[in-house]
């Protein structure tokens, strides 16, 4: 066998290591990383070690020797420890290695010299690798956690141990008693207690959610702790009863969902107070939820607005969380929508022959649709009763359409009107009404003199302009005199439909008028009023025809 002492490799056989010959494996000596009580139980030794960098190499012998604390290495021992166990391995080449209890006659800390040897026959030497803590160890015994599945109803948790000082040669223990001792329940309890005369310590608290127990003490005797006890709150089950699960509203009204939440607690369900819940679009991940919180009674009440045909899903939102309740039940919503319709646009313009030029948009809230719909355009006299449709159209929701020189009225009122479809759960609308109105003209006594005529004679055209402006939507004041307008006088030739402008006179303060033009031809005249002003229409005298000779 090969022996290094003293816990060195040479540099000779690092030199020796790094020039082997190609193919050979060559064996490192173990190396020892540290000798200690145990921290469990301090009259056991621990040792670490790196035992190699071969595969499948491992340790063959441990062998601790201890000796008084500040002692000479070359004291003889008081005693040496052969018995090792591996007992932790943390990789394949190191792990820790652990004795049986130790027994010596004197208690007090002792330096622990270690040799370790490993399979491929590498021997390390390592004297004061650490100290062995050989005095009464205080330890806590009899740890319990009562329940570890808290429920709802039940939240008191108790723990309970006893701390005792336990004595590493005889393994007899005696009690501790004043001593503090810290127990953790979680992240929700943390408290001190203090030990009676018999040592034995207890704390009973309700917890407020799930986590690890333990119980530690700490003082110049030392640390004493136990192995964690995790404590799982057992959640009941829940259920969502809704008042009413299916609604049919307009769309965009509000609608309330209410109901109760509650949990079974053995064959009995109860209310579940202060829990909050969402009421949401069902398997969607993307909108706004809307939230509410149980009362005493677990009663909830979510207000909605609904736009479309849809589902929704009352259920429990991802945080807070609560450990006392199974968050898993959900409650659908069924909702149908009545789609509702209104005129975003509709203007309508009168010309001075009474026509009028119409443009209108209709736009859908609730459900899409993207099919032909009809459109009336209605007229009344008094803008309130007897609405009568003057004209059909098609069109679509959201695009505008117009109509070009509708036949119209001197007065009364417009507008658009959309049935609807029941079909579809489409409801209808109507526009606003717009009331189109204008004073009336006309021409009379006209007349075209003399006739006959010679040709190139001079013709007069004379006539009255009169305006009679609307007195109510039904009825007409009588005619006046409608002075200071230009009249026009038109000429047709006999046998053509063409009419000519011939000349134009200003009425006089009577509304009278008479223009004088040379006679071309046979044919018609007659006197207009072309050019009203915005608030008048067009007027029209009688056709007078002249026989030229």
């Known amino acids: 066998m090969r022996h290094i002492t003293r816990g060195m490799v040479t540099a000779g056989a690092v030199l020796l290591s790094t020039f082997a010959i190609p193919g050979a494996a060559h064996a490192a000596a173990p190396v020892v990383q540290e000798a200690s009580s145990n921290y469990v139980d301090w009259s056991v030794i621990d040792v670490r070690l790196n035992h190699g960098s071969v595969v499948g190499e491992d340790v063959k012998k441990i062998t601790a020797k201890l000796r008084p604390l500040g002692s000479a290495e070359t004291d003889t021992p008081v005693a040496t420890i052969t018995d090792f166990t591996e007992t932790y391995s943390a990789s394949p080449w190191e792990g820790t290695w652990s004795s049986q209890p130790v027994h010596l006659d004197t208690l007090g800390e002792y330096t622990i010299d270690v040799e370790a040897t490993n399979s491929g026959g590498e021997t390390t030497v390592q004297p004061n690798a650490g100290v062995l803590r050989y005095q009464k160890q205080p330890v806590i015994t009899g740890f319990t956690v009562t329940p570890t599945a808290p429920n709802i109803e039940a939240k008191l948790v108790t723990a309970s141990g006893d701390l005792l000082l336990r004595d590493p040669s005889t393994r007899a223990t005696e009690a501790m008693p004043g001593a503090s001792v810290d127990i953790d329940f979680g992240s929700s309890v943390e408290q001190t207690v203090t030990t009676d005369d018999q040592g034995h310590f207890s704390l009973a608290r309700e917890v407020s959610q799930g986590g690890w127990a333990r119980a530690e003490y700490r003082s110049d005797l030392g640390y004493a702790t136990v192995p964690w006890v995790e404590i799982k709150p057992k959640a009941a089950p829940t259920r969502l009863i809704l008042d009413k699960n299916s609604f049919h509203v307009v769309t965009n009204a509000e609608m309330k969902v209410t109901g109760r939440l509650e949990y079974r607690s053995g064959s009995e369900w109860k209310p579940l107070a202060g829990i909050p819940l969402t009421l949401d679009y069902k398997n969607s991940s993307t909108t706004d939820a809307t939230e509410a919180t149980t009362n005493t009674a677990g009663r909830f009440t979510f207000v909605r607005r609904a736009y479309g045909n849809t589902t929704f899903e009352v259920g429990f939102p991802p945080y807070p969380y609560n450990p006392w309740i199974a968050r898993t039940a959900t409650a659908d919503v069924t909702v149908k929508v009545t789609s509702t319709s209104r005129f975003t646009e509709f203007t309508a313009a009168q010309d001075e022959r009474a026509q009028l030029d119409i443009t209108g948009s209709v736009d859908l809230s609730g459900n899409y649709y993207s099919g032909e719909i009809k459109v009336d355009i209605q007229y009344s006299a008094d803008g309130r009763t007897g609405w009568r449709t003057k004209k059909t159209l098609k069109t679509s929701f959201g ?145 007078d025809y002249v026989d030229v000779r």
Do not use: C
């Open 399 to 543: 695009l505008q359409f117009s109509v070009e020189r509708l036949k119209g009225n001197a007065d009364g009122y417009w507008r658009l009107r959309y049935a609807g479809d029941s079909a579809r759960d489409f409801k209808g609308t109507t526009s606003r009404a717009v009331r189109k109105v204008k004073a009336l003209t006309r021409i009379i006594s006209a007349n075209a003199t003399p006739e006959p005529v010679r040709k190139g004679a001079t013709l007069t055209v004379k006539g009255v302009l009169q305006e009679a402006k609307p007195a109510s939507t039904v009825s007409w004041t009588s005619w006046k005199a409608y002075g200071g307008k230009w009249v026009q006088i038109l000429f047709r030739p006999r046998g053509q439909n063409t009419w000519y402008l011939m000349g134009s006179v200003k009425t006089g303060r009577n509304g009278s008028f008479a223009k004088g033009i040379r006679a071309p031809m046979d044919g018609t005249w007659v006197p207009v009023h072309l050019e009203p002003d915005s608030r008048h229409f067009a007027g029209v005298g009688a056709e």
